[in-house]
């Protein structure tokens, strides 16, 4: 993947997690704030626990952060894979969001 892909697959993950969350605010009436500055995204949560999607393009990997840990993820071809063998990047993301609002919800990327 060239610098140019990872640019525009890096926004899309971003655009996709930051509608989906407004889409829990708005139509599932669960308290997720977005916050974005350029390729940081922020999502905080009722309880004040935050999450944080960002990506890194030199190394062309997409980074989270929450709680549980700091995890990092390439672009295998058709799923963003943890570098050290965890869940995929939506899975685990999806874990995360559910454990934090308390409904099962399903990030799609």
Same mark, same amino acid.
């Given at each position: 993947?060239? @610098? ?8 899309? =993950? ?7 969350? @407004? ?20 999502? =905080? ?45 939506? @899975?685990?993301?999806?874990? =995360? ?13």
């Amino acid at each position: 993947m060239n @610098d140019t892909e990872f640019h525009t697959r890096a926004t899309a =993950i971003l655009d996709a997690i930051e509608a989906q969350a @407004d889409h829990w605010f708005e139509q599932l009436d669960l308290d997720v704030e977005t916050k974005r500055n350029g390729n940081v995204l922020n999502l =905080i949560f009722e309880s004040g626990h935050q999450v944080v999607i960002n990506s890194q393009a030199p190394l062309h990997e997409m980074w989270l952060a929450a709680r549980s840990g700091g995890f990092h993820y390439k672009f295998d071809g058709q799923h963003w894979k943890d570098t050290r063998g965890g869940l995929d990047l939506h @899975d685990l993301l999806s874990q =995360i969001c559910s454990n934090e609002t308390g409904q099962q919800l399903v990030v799609k990327l």
